[in-house]
């Protein structure tokens, strides 16, 4: 057809297989890259890791094991913003995963935005997050989010899916799984008050 560069049917296969290698190749070096920044990042080394993390999203935007990792080692630097969008984009990729909306929660917590943190730690735990051990570990949820109920409840959900027991009382027991005396309920009569005997009403 005049106007319009005919191409054989076999160069077109040719040059299809060639861009296809060329696509194959960029992805290998970027698997390549960021096996390297997990193993910079497991020796400490960050910066490096990020580096290579960085390397390999440049070859290839959607790396998981990249953008993944990436987002740790933000974390790890202090740099919650960047964090966030790098869970973001995995998680586009990977919306179910529990880890993912876990680390997204840590990140956007740095960020001081703690309802959204506290939405995707609930996401997280609706997907089945179990981790004891990693729940644990995130120091930054344990700082910022210790005096919140939902955080408190969704621990011992956690807990209980990795067969821990926990430590202290459940919500709404006293020590020894005893039910909270009804003086200390909210609503009612302070125990000072609440009582009958004398040590009390020589209080008043």
Not at 60 to 80: E, F, M, Q, T, V
């Amino acid at each position: 057809m005049r106007g319009r560069l005919a191409i054989p049917g076999a160069l077109a296969a040719l040059l299809l297989a060639a861009a296809s290698t060329a696509c194959e190749g960029r992805a290998g070096r970027a698997e390549e890259l960021a096996s390297k920044g997990v193993a910079h990042g497991r020796r400490g080394d960050l910066a490096r890791a990020l580096e290579a993390f960085d390397a390999a999203l440049a070859l290839d935007p959607h790396n998981l094991k990249a953008l993944y990792n990436s987002g740790i080692a933000l974390l790890g630097l202090g740099r919650g913003e960047a964090a966030a969008e790098r869970f973001r984009r995995f998680l586009e990729l990977r919306p179910d995963d529990a880890l993912g909306h876990f680390h997204l929660a840590r990140a956007l917590l740095r960020e001081r935005r703690k309802e959204e943190a506290l939405a995707e730690l609930e996401r997280a735990v609706e997907l089945g997050f179990s981790d004891w051990a990693e729940w644990q570990a995130a120091s930054d949820l344990e700082a910022g989010l210790a005096d919140d109920f939902r955080y408190v409840r969704m621990g011992l959900l956690v807990a209980q899916r990795a067969g821990i027991a926990p430590d202290g009382p459940r919500p709404g027991q006293g020590y020894a799984n005893l039910p909270v005396p009804a003086v200390n309920l909210p609503g009612q009569a302070s125990p000072r008050c609440a009582s009958a005997d004398a040590t009390c009403a020589a209080a008043e």
